[in-house]
């Protein structure tokens, strides 16, 4: 017994010594504001299971846990961040990645805004690729027209959805992306829309159309969980909507909240080891993606034409990639919702198979909140003119950093490239080549920033429900207790050395086109069903390419462009300057064009299809 705590005070002792030499050393300054490609991926071992419950629990000792965090910190270069902020003096702490207010920009939008009706948005033909594969979901145009012709009626199709959610919630390999379904509320809600069509008054051009809302953003009738096993019973059933949602709402939209998601938004595959893990429509043995696993999965599978999702570091756009569907991160404040675990870097976004399905829900989300967002108020009027415009692509610059184009899995690479050829030189548009430099400083920096808000987020909870957490996530929260009020301002000073950098940029340039993940999904593997995985190279392969749109607020869109050879989808990113989502889903409607959807091979549901059976054989009673 003596000797083995002898044993453990010399690991305390030799632990203490390495942070106080680490301490006591310079800064790497492994950092270029050459533009030379520099971003390196992080670097631990992948730890599941019995190894990952160990490590999370050691990681909570006193002296040997903070020494541990200490010496992975600073392996994989967080501290430089100081450092480089410390170089970069002239550049204030930038707290909200806002850009300054720009006169004519803002009469710019507001003549086009002037011009958009959202009713014509609405009415718009459907793009469908013509490729003899492709395949096409249900798009909100078609639930409407169903309505219209008086095929089905939204109560038709809310009892088709609840039955189709528990489809997929069955088998030995469930989906699992709808942790809550508020069946009552749903099929409220159709009965109004019912009813307003029987009476010839729609209210608007998603009245009756089925939208999923992900766990952590407030939907009346729902409990806001944040995916974990114990905020829905400390927090009660939201009486409110978010102001998307209510802006959804208000067209009519039939909503449904509680979309799993990855706890509380802190991780990049989707796995929920205290939900259960989301699976992958197009392969049940592979991840999602995250945050946002449940409004992907859900939409790919064909339960919504719509969901709704967040993007702290990517949330939208990985999930969406790796499930063949596009996704739209709008810029800061954009779409105003107050976030209360990431607050400078959350968005919320539309995710659906169908890019107008995205222009349309952008369109009804986005503009300013005067009353609880003031860094909303500085944005120009939203509007979504020249969508489907493709005759005057040559117009656009679209900028490519080649190394960081090509730091992905070569069949990712080859079919980006692919897209650039044939979607964007094949209409002459203008292909340039750009540099960004201090890519590894800013998405440490970005790193440092989410960590820090999350860990505060949490913070309230911390002794009383830490340990309900996953081990996923203890992990990560641990990491973030060692971030100081000095490296976080120091982020900050990086965020506004990077947001003049990707100005200076965007003079030269439109937009920015990247792969959307260096890989495609992931397989789950099975020591890591019950605690998730702590694996760096998965991490820094899906967040290889989002995190600067998070951290400088900048919209980004993913695209579905194809499959790899384990027929899993690649995604391919357009991000452009603050306020150009207009552009982004212009071009996402070109990439639609040449691009053709294929069905999911492991679970796809016929939502629309079942009411049309249901409404013949079982008709819903006359209101």
């Known amino acids: 017994m003596a000797l083995k705590g002898w044993l453990i005070g010399l690991v305390v002792l030799a632990l203490a010594a390495a942070v106080a030499f680490l301490s006591a ?55 430089e961040v100081r450092s480089a902020a410390a170089k970069l003096k002239k550049h204030a702490p930038l707290f909200y990645p806002v850009p300054l207010y720009d006169h004519h920009l803002y009469e710019e939008h507001d003549q086009l805004a002037q011009a958009f009706h959202i009713t014509d948005l609405g009415a718009e033909p ?14 909100s145009q078609d639930y409407i027209q169903a309505y219209r012709r008086g095929d089905v009626t939204p109560t038709d199709v809310a009892r088709a959805l609840i039955a189709a959610v528990a489809t997929t919630n069955a088998g030995a390999k469930p989906l699992n992306a709808i942790s809550e379904l508020n069946e009552r509320d749903l099929l409220e809600q159709a009965a109004a829309s019912t009813e307003r069509y029987q009476n010839g008054h729609p209210i608007g051009p998603l009245d009756g ?33 978010a102001l998307p949602v209510a802006l959804l709402r208000k067209q009519g939209a039939l909503l449904v909240g509680g979309l799993n998601m990855h706890e509380i938004g802190l991780g990049v595959t989707g796995h929920n080891a205290r939900r259960g893990v989301t699976r992958n429509p197009h392969g049940l043995d592979f991840h999602t993606g995250g945050s946002s696993s449940g409004s992907a999965a859900a939409a790919a599978a064909g339960l919504f034409p719509i969901t709704i999702g967040a993007d702290g570091g990517g949330s939208i756009r990985n999930p969406s990639s790796l499930n063949g569907i596009f996704g739209l991160k709008a810029s800061f404040a954009r779409i105003p919702s107050r976030a209360n675990q990431a607050w400078s ?3 919320v976004g539309p995710m659906s198979p169908n890019i107008k399905d995205v222009a349309l829900a952008y369109a009804v989300m986005a503009g300013a909140d005067h009353e609880e967002m003031r860094e909303s108020t500085i944005q120009p009027p939203p509007h979504v003119m ?21 730091d992905a899995s070569p069949e990712v690479v080859s079919a980006c490239r692919s897209t650039l050829k044939k979607t964007f030189e094949g209409r002459g548009v203008q292909i340039v080549e750009i540099d960004i430099p201090m890519l590894n400083i800013i998405s440490r920096a970005h790193g440092l920033t989410i960590l820090s808000e999350m860990a505060t987020f949490m913070e309230r909870f911390d002794r009383k429900y830490f340990s309900e957490l996953g081990e996923e996530t203890r992990v990560s929260l641990s990491l973030a207790a060692s971030i100081t009020a000095r490296d976080y301002i120091a982020a900050q000073e990086i965020r506004s050395y990077a947001m003049s950098v990707l100005k200076d940029i965007f003079k030269k340039v439109d937009v920015i086109v990247t792969p959307s993940t260096a890989i495609t999904a992931p397989r789950i593997q099975d020591d890591a069903l019950l605690t998730g995985d702590v694996n760096t190279t998965v991490l820094s392969s899906l967040m290889r390419y989002v995190f600067l749109g998070n951290f400088l607020g900048l919209p980004a869109l993913s695209c579905p462009i194809g499959k790899d050879s384990n027929n899993l989808p690649i995604g391919f990113q357009v991000m452009g300057d603050h306020w150009s ?43």
Not at 126 to 139: E, K, P
Not at 213 to 230: A, H, L
Not at 386 to 406: A, H, N, Q, T
């Open 345 to 347: 870097v959350t968005h």
């Open 209 to 241: 159309v089925p939208v999923g809302v992900k766990e952590e953003i407030p939907v009346r009738g729902y409990r806001t969980g944040y995916g974990t096993s114990f905020l829905r019973t400390v927090w009660p059933v939201a009486t409110e909507d």
């Open 386 to 406: 020249g969508f489907s415009d493709m005759e005057s692509l040559r117009e656009i610059r679209i900028g490519v950093f080649k190394p960081y184009f090509e």
């Open 25 to 79: 050393s310079q800064f790497d300054d492994d950092f270029s504001l050459d533009g030379s490609y520099n971003l390196t991926p992080l670097d631990a071992p992948r730890m599941a299971g019995l190894s990952l419950t160990i490590f999370a629990n050691v990681l909570r000792v006193p002296v040997i846990g903070p020494a541990i965090v200490t010496l992975l910190m600073r392996k994989n270069k967080f501290a």
């Open 581 to 623: 989502e207009h552009l982004l889903l212009r071009l996402g409607h070109a990439i639609s064009a040449d691009h053709a959807l294929t069905k999911p091979a492991g679970i796809f549901v016929d939502v629309l299809g079942s009411a049309r059976t249901l409404a013949k054989e079982n008709p819903a009673p006359t209101q």
């Open 126 to 139: 459907v793009m469908r690729a013509t490729a003899a594969d492709s395949f096409a979901h249900w798009t």
